[in-house]
């Protein structure tokens, strides 16, 4: 009981780093190189990140609700629903 919010703040740096790199992420119906969406994605990562991941990961490839979900840009309400309950 005593760790059940054990981290809870790094778990809510992940979930903001995750929606300001997906509000950042331009809707391009052709798609992007990868290099391109790695280049948008480091400086969120040098604005909210507390780990970086080793420069092999590639996390945006993983990251299903921007590329595959069909909701671009929404994932913000995620910590927005958080702070409205």
Request: zero cysteines; proline letters at 7%.
């Amino acid at each position: 009981l005593a760790a059940r919010n054990f981290q809870s703040g790094m778990q809510a740096v992940r979930q903001i780093e995750f929606a300001l790199f997906d509000m950042l992420m331009p809707a391009r119906a052709g798609g992007m190189p990868i290099a391109d969406v790695m280049a948008l994605l480091e400086p969120v990562r040098a604005e909210v990140a507390v780990l970086f991941p080793p420069q092999w990961h590639r996390f945006p490839h993983a990251f299903s609700h921007l590329f595959a979900g069909g909701y671009g840009a929404g994932y913000y309400s995620y910590k927005w629903a958080e702070v409205l309950s």
